[in-house]
């Protein structure tokens, strides 16, 4: 029996976290629509994500090369994501959209540079 190795595996699912993020990037515009009118809030929300990610690529980057402990932060990063991006669904008012948002550019910002 053949055992798939743990950075293949961290590969595989790293490219399906990518996927998911990217299919998000499409259809965010479209799910903030349903839940606001207005272009501002909705430029917002879409941007929210990526701010949060970047300063959380930054700051989770750095703990991770002191700590040494990657795979742990993995682990973490995958588990918030599932979490945050399931809160998308449920959201149905502007600031719960945000907040989601935000988590998820928080939790995706964990696992990227680990």
């Known amino acids: 029996m053949q055992y798939i190795s743990i950075s293949n595996f961290v590969r595989g699912a790293t490219f399906f976290q990518h996927a998911g993020i990217s299919i998000t990037f499409v259809f965010m515009p479209i799910i903030a629509k349903g839940v606001t009118d207005s272009l501002f ?34 682990r973490i990063g995958f588990i918030g994501c599932a979490i945050t991006f399931g809160l998308h669904y449920f959201a149905d008012d502007p600031t719960l959209l945000l907040q989601a948002r935000i988590g998820a550019g928080i939790t995706t910002g964990i696992v990227i540079p680990a």
């Open 41 to 74: 809030e909705i430029g917002i929300i879409v941007a929210a994500f990526s701010f949060a990610q970047i300063l959380s690529e930054i700051y989770f980057g750095r703990v991770s090369d002191k700590k040494g402990i990657r795979l742990q932060f993995i």
